[in-house]
Nanobody, 124 residues
C-alpha cells in the first residue's frame, strides 16, 4: 500500500521550533521529488519547500526561506521539515507530497501522492 504519513505537528509558541517528518511506504522513494505544502484556514494550499530525489537540491517559498529546512533520508524513506522561528502566520495543516516523475515544480497539481496532513498551531 502506497502511503505518506506525516507526524510531528503540534501547538507551539511564536519563536519556537518544530520538526515534521513524513514516512513513505510502498513506493520507490529515492525516485520521487518530495515536497511540503500547507493550508491555513480559509486559504488555498501553498507550497512550502521541496527536495530533489537525491537530496542535493532544495527550494523554498519566500515566506519560509532561512527559517525552514527540508531534508530526506532515502535509507529510511523519510522526508523532514525543520521549522525554526515559527510565527503566527505559519499556523496551518502541513502536507507531505510526492512527485513520482521526479519533476521540479511548486505546483501542487504535479504531486500525485499526498499525506493526510499534520496540524501546526503557533500561538502568541
Amino acid at each position: 500500500q502506497v502511503q505518506l504519513v506525516e507526524s510531528g505537528g503540534g501547538l507551539v509558541q511564536a519563536g519556537d521550533s518544530l520538526r515534521l517528518t513524513c514516512a513513505a511506504s510502498g513506493l520507490t522513494f529515492e525516485s520521487y521529488t518530495m515536497a511540503w505544502f500547507r493550508q491555513a484556514p480559509g486559504k488555498e494550499r501553498e507550497f512550502v519547500a521541496m527536495i530533489s530525489s537525491g537530496g542535493r537540491s532544495s527550494s523554498y517559498a519566500d515566506s519560509v526561506r532561512g527559517r525552514f529546512a527540508i531534508s530526506r533520508d532515502n535509507t529510511k524513506n523519510t522526508v523532514s521539515l525543520q521549522m525554526n522561528t515559527l510565527t503566527l502566520e505559519d499556523t496551518a495543516v502541513y502536507y507531505c507530497a510526492a512527485d513520482r516523475f521526479g519533476g521540479w515544480t511548486r505546483a501542487s497539481t504535479f504531486y500525485d501522492l499526498w499525506g493526510q496532513g499534520t496540524q501546526v498551531t503557533v500561538s502568541s
